[in-house]
């Protein structure tokens, strides 16, 4: 009995091994593993957000420009972009909306420095502005209160479908959920400012 134990539990590891190992229809498409990454020539992850992109106003002295971002390996079956930038650390109860850009066409891998003015002149075709905590649409740079340094997430999301449509007014929180429920993956930057 005690051998036929032995060879039940010899054949149960040799299935498992077998069953762990990948067969060559399981094998990973090249490039799969790939992340999704954000990126900036003027930010470095965890680093602090320089005074070119700093607000212009409520006691904030910057060029309120925003940055140039670039992005590689979205995942598969992405037909659009949405960028939303917040501060969760503002005295806010729901944190502050700086930044909000959507139906970016899935053929965008970059946007330029500034192409957040008012005007989004700098946009690819198609992209389109919701309104920020400041109330109106484009860029507005960090500018917290005295104290700590706050945290800026820039997230851009990979979205399964080409266009949201949504009302011109509609707020951050409308759009970030839209966003949210067509997401198919987020890549994120994180930079820091503090006065």
């Known amino acids: ?20 190992a990948t067969s060559p229809t399981q094998a990973a498409t090249p490039g799969a593993d790939k992340k999704f990454t954000l990126s900036s020539p003027v930010l470095k992850a965890g680093g602090t957000i320089g005074g070119a992109q700093v607000f212009d106003g409520f006691g904030c002295q910057g060029g309120n420009v925003s940055p140039a971002l670039s992005w590689s390996n979205p995942p598969a079956g992405t037909q659009s972009f949405a960028l939303m930038v917040h501060d969760p650390d503002a005295p806010t109860g729901s944190g502050w909306w700086h930044w909000i850009v959507y139906n970016i066409p899935a053929t965008t891998n970059s946007l330029p420095a500034g192409a957040g003015s008012a005007q989004g002149a700098n946009l690819p ?43 011109q007014d509609a707020t951050a929180a409308f759009i970030g959920f839209n966003v949210r429920g067509q997401a198919l993956g987020s890549a994120e930057l994180l930079g820091l400012y503090g006065r």
């Open 1 to 20: 009995m005690r051998w036929m134990a032995t060879v039940a539990g010899a054949a149960l590891a040799a299935a498992m091994a077998m069953t762990s």
């Open 125 to 167: 075709a198609g992209a389109v502005q919701g309104r920020t905590d400041f109330g109106t649409v484009g860029y507005g740079g960090p500018c917290p209160p005295p104290g700590k340094p706050h945290h800026y997430y820039f997230r851009l999301y990979a979205l399964k479908v080409a266009k949201l449509d949504l009302p």
